[in-house]
Each structure stands twice: as structure tokens, then as C-alpha cells.
T-cell receptor
Framework: QQQVKQSPQSLIVQKGGIPIINCAYE??????FPWYQQFPGKGPALLIAIRPDVSEKKEGRFTISFNKSAKQFSLHIMDSQPGDSATYFCAASIGSGGYQKVTFGTGTKLQVIP | DGGITQSPKYLFRKEGQNVTLSCEQN?????MYWYRQDPGQGLRLIYYSQIVNDFQKGDIAEGYSVSREKKESFPLTVTSAQKNPTAFYLC??????????FGSGTRLTVV
């Protein structure tokens, strides 16, 4: 019940395309859904996050779509660029206080080709 | 700039040796975490600490130990009992209403 299932495992798109990464969860107690971006040899960095009371959130070229009834959420990258090539992790957590119990997806390796 | 500093960036361990990975933060965060990342896999929680002098086992704590004597510091020791320690180790911290802040990681290799 604590799993977060992420797909696809890898993704190749051309520059300007719109890659979409999907995640699904089971535990309805999750109340915070962040996405992290990780470049090779670096730690992940928080990219964008959403709470279950909204269906969509945009920050720059990155959009999270959230479907509470289906228990699914996805990341869209508009006008993708080669610099977006990285591994993306979705996550779900319970509690937004100082301590957060987080479950991570297994990651999607995105390659944006020029 | 506030952040998390992990050192060393690369670490080599001989068989039967204990090694300690450093994690220091100047973000004034109470909660800190250690994760292990293997190639092509997600992040697995080793230990976490919600407050000074308190820490809890995560999902894969066997063969690891931690201490939290200061708010800023959360070192991880990989003991000889950890049979497959080669991995990328990430330290993180959290503050209320914000996700994780990660360090830049330590890559540990057994030689």
C-alpha cells in the first residue's frame, strides 16, 4: 500500500516535445506529491509539488496533473530542451511538517535529443 | 548559501572496514535522512532523525549506523556487516511545508 508506481522507466523525446511521466499510488493518506529532478552524479532537487486539493499546478515549463479519484499524477514538460535530460522521481508523502514519511517512485530517465 | 554538504564525494572501502560518510546542514532543519541509491533504482531509506539525539531505522538499516549529536550533523557509518555497500549515498533534510533538500551525494565503492 506504500508503493508509488512510476512509468515509463525511460523516455526519449525530441527537442520541443512534451514528455509525460506517470505515477500511481494506493495509500489515500498521502497528502503531498513532489517531483524531483536528478542529474548524473548529483543529488535530486525538488522540481514541483502538488497537494491533493488541486488538480493541476504549473511552474514554468513543468506541470503536474493530479487525479485524486484515480490515485494518479503525472509530470508534463512543455517545450522540452536537451538540458532537461535527467532522471525524474515522483514521490508521495504523509505529513508536511518537519518530518515527512516519503515513498519514492523508481525514476524515469529522460533524454531530450536536439 | 544554505544547503547540505556531503563529504567525501568519492570513498573507497576495503573488505572488513568501517567507513563514515559526513553530512552537514546549515538550514536549521530538524529532520534529516540517509538514502541509498543503486543504479537504475529508486531511493531507499536507511535511517532518519527527527530531532537531536533521536534516530530511527528505515527500510534497509542493517549494516549501517548513525548518530545525531548536533542538529547540523548526521553522519552515517557503513560497517563491515553491510555486505553490498557499493552505492550512491544521499543525505537529506526537510522543513515544514517543503519537500526534501538533498546533498550532492557520496559514491562508495568496495575495493
Amino acid at each position: 500500500q506504500q508503493q508509488v508506481k512510476q512509468s515509463p522507466q525511460s523516455l526519449i523525446v525530441q527537442k520541443g516535445g512534451i514528455p509525460i511521466i506517470n505515477c500511481a499510488y494506493e495509500n489515500t493518506a498521502f497528502d503531498y506529491f513532489p517531483w524531483y529532478q536528478q542529474f548524473p552524479g548529483k543529488g535530486p532537487a525538488l522540481l514541483i509539488a502538488i497537494r491533493p486539493d488541486v488538480s493541476e499546478k504549473k511552474e514554468g515549463r513543468f506541470t503536474i496533473s493530479f487525479n485524486k479519484s484515480a490515485k494518479q499524477f503525472s509530470l508534463h514538460i512543455m517545450d522540452s530542451q536537451p538540458g532537461d535530460s535527467a532522471t525524474y522521481f515522483c514521490a508521495a508523502s504523509i505529513g508536511s511538517g518537519g518530518y515527512q514519511k516519503v515513498t519514492f517512485g523508481t525514476g524515469t530517465k529522460l533524454q531530450v535529443i536536439p | 548559501d544554505g544547503g547540505i554538504t556531503q563529504s567525501p564525494k568519492y570513498l573507497f572501502r576495503k573488505e572488513g572496514q568501517n567507513v563514515t560518510l559526513s553530512c552537514e546542514q546549515n538550514l536549521n532543519h530538524d529532520a534529516m535522512y540517509w538514502y541509498r541509491q543503486d543504479p537504475g533504482q529508486g531511493l531507499r531509506l536507511i535511517y532518519y532523525s527527527q530531532i537531536v539525539n533521536d534516530f530511527q531505522k528505515g527500510d534497509i538499516a542493517e549494516g549501517y549506523s548513525v548518530s545525531r549529536e548536533k542538529k547540523e550533523s548526521f553522519p552515517l557509518t557503513v560497517t563491515s556487516a553491510q555486505k553490498n555497500p557499493t552505492a550512491f549515498y544521499l543525505c537529506a533534510s526537510t522543513s515544514p511545508n517543503y519537500g526534501y533538500t538533498f546533498g550532492s551525494g557520496t559514491r562508495l565503492t568496495v575495493v
